[in-house]
């Protein structure tokens, strides 16, 4: 017996509080250091989740009659006083494996005969699972915020360029006049369906997967559907294998985020390329930017870089769920690395959205520069291709070799020119078509001007400015409502909270007026 006692000893602490008497010793010292100080390492994540799932699992059990209300009651108050708790007051041990084991521990340290309910029907992941999914709902809230913010600064810049013309590039190669506000359009829509996507996985991340006992559900009458709602989650998860053991929740979300930034990487990318020197487009302002230690002139695009930086680290990361999620539909390695991995994922995208936020609405724009650009570099070739073939009645593909071989002979004669001469236009049709070409003066004159080409987009979705101000009616409309949406819900979730705690303390406090006027209640099985 003594033997057997000494060997349950590990570092000075008797293992057994968390998972019972069926180890003779300890963990070793390498364990705790590689896998137990990683469970730890979560608890500013989980802390606060794990207080509601611990208060909500009481109170459904005590209300079934599956624990002693007047256990029940000293339960609850213990709980309420953890919770009040500071985390940095709070003793977290490796020894003792996890965040919940080192609760249970606090608790039985309080009151042994009270703590030993903790674990009636429900296994250790269960606690941390809901704890991880309150954290994640909560984080999604704020990258919607921050995504919605982040809309609003681009559709704030877009009103105030739609008149503000610019070449369009591909392959960073003037391509097409267009404007400034139909350019920055291009990136706010993508972050209407990022909304989009983030509220439908704030759907699937809000159910509840408490109540599920070993897995293949419990014996106990555990009202799943009430702790749900005791902790504000629209549903609880239907199958109780599945409730555990989900390995596409935490991939959709690393997914949804790394989609999210690869939006903004487009648009960082533009950016940097734009505040060069060599495009001189667009500069940042000073609270965006970092000096050179070594070269003074220097005035680097690092919040840029570090948008880009980020893009790349959030793609690792969605490979490493991705990895550890390919196991049997029963192990742990999906589950503990996921607990912390993608709440901080969710902090740190957030932080960066709203960064680019911060940076978008900073920006400032060499327009008289963009306007200038906007006809070099033959912006129109398409446009007069297309007036060939309206006013010629050539085929697009025809017009489209007239107007290349024009600008390939015009170039020879001078690399730096800028238009077509009438006679090298016409040599080029003669050579193409065999003909002339009766084109209007007014015609080509306009072509010139690329405020005139961009006007003449007015189907839906163009650059000119009546569809442009149509699609800034539509992204604030959608931008107010994903806020709306975000509001009612961090209300609701509020609100639940606030319940839940209320009810903790009605019921602690009935208890006690209750033991005081008729003794102890009875500890029967419902």
Same mark, same amino acid.
């Given at each position: @017996? ?29 364990? @705790?250091?590689?896998? *137990?100080? #990683? ?10 989740? #794990? ?17 002693? &209300?007047?256990?029940?009651?000293? %339960?609850?108050?213990? %709980? ?83 008149? !503000? ?14 404007? %400034?506000?139909?350019?920055? #359009? ?97 500069? #940042? ?7 050179? @230690? ?9 919040? =840029? ?8 680290? $959030?793609?690792?990361?969605? !490979? ?11 192990? @742990? ?5 996921? %607990? ?37 570099? *033959? ?17 697009? &593909?025809?017009?489209?070799? $007239?107007?290349? =071989? ?17 006679? $090298? ?16 003066? &007014? ?84």
């Amino acid at each position: @017996m003594a033997r057997a006692k000494a060997g349950a000893r590990a570092g000075g602490r008797t293992r057994g509080q968390g998972e019972g008497a069926r180890l003779r010793e300890g963990p070793a010292p390498e364990l @705790m250091r590689a896998s *137990f100080a #990683l469970e730890i390492a979560d608890a500013p994540i989980l802390h606060d989740g #794990l207080h509601l799932a611990d208060l909500a699992h009481i109170l459904v059990l005590r209300d079934a009659g599956v624990i002693p &209300r007047q256990d029940a009651s000293k %339960l609850l108050a213990l %709980l309420l006083e953890l919770k009040e708790l500071p985390l940095a007051r709070f003793p977290l041990d490796p020894a003792l494996e996890d965040v919940y084991s080192n609760r249970e521990a606090w608790l039985k340290q309080r009151d042994a005969n009270v703590a030993g309910w903790m674990g009636t029907g429900r296994p250790r992941r269960e606690p941390a699972t809901i704890a991880y999914r309150i954290a994640v709902r909560e984080r999604l809230l704020r990258l919607s915020s921050a995504t919605t913010a982040l809309g609003d600064a681009l559709v704030a810049q877009a009103r105030r360029h739609v008149a !503000t013309v610019m070449p369009d590039y591909t392959y960073l190669q003037p391509a097409t006049p267009t404007s %400034l506000a139909h350019y920055l #359009l291009s990136f706010a829509y993508p972050l209407l369906r990022d909304l989009d996507r983030l509220e439908s996985a704030f759907a699937r991340s809000n159910e509840c997967p408490g109540g599920i006992g070993n897995i293949n559900g419990t014996r106990l009458p555990v009202d799943r559907a009430k702790l749900a709602e005791l902790l504000g989650f629209d549903r609880a998860i239907a199958n109780t294998r599945d409730a555990m053991w989900q390995v596409d929740q935490p991939i959709e979300l690393m997914a949804q985020v790394t989609m999210l930034l690869l939006h903004l990487d487009r648009l960082a990318e533009d950016l940097q390329i734009w505040n060069t020197a060599e495009f001189g487009l667009v500069e #940042l302002a000073d609270r965006h930017a970092r000096i050179s @230690m070594i070269m003074p002139q220097k005035k680097n695009p690092y919040s =840029l870089a570090f948008v880009r930086g980020m893009t790349g680290a $959030v793609t690792g990361r969605l !490979t490493s769920m991705t990895a550890v999620g390919k196991t049997p539909s029963a192990q @742990m390695d999906n589950r503990i690395f996921a %607990l912390g991995e993608v709440p901080r994922t969710l902090d740190k995208a957030a932080e960066t959205v709203e960064l680019m936020a911060g940076v978008v609405a900073g920006l400032t724009f060499d327009t008289k520069l963009m306007r200038e650009r906007a006809g070099r570099g *033959f912006t129109w070739a398409m446009d007069l291709a297309e007036t060939i073939m309206t006013e010629g009645g050539v085929p697009y &593909r025809a017009a489209h070799r $007239v107007v290349g =071989l024009a600008i390939r002979e015009t170039l020879e004669r001078d690399p730096r020119a800028q238009r077509i001469s009438e006679d $090298v236009l016409a040599s080029a049709a003669r050579e193409v078509l065999g003909r002339e070409l009766q084109l209007s003066t &007014r015609s080509l004159a306009d072509l010139e001007n690329p405020a005139k080409v961009v006007a003449t987009r007015t189907g839906l979705g163009g650059a000119a400015a009546g569809p442009v101000k149509q699609m800034l009616a539509e992204c604030g409309a959608v931008l107010r409502k994903s806020a709306r949406w975000r509001s009612t819900t961090e209300a609701r979730l509020a609100a639940a909270e606030q319940r839940l705690v209320d009810l903790a303390r009605k019921r602690t406090s009935s208890n006690r007026s209750r033991a005081h006027r008729v003794g102890p209640p009875s500890r029967r099985l419902a």
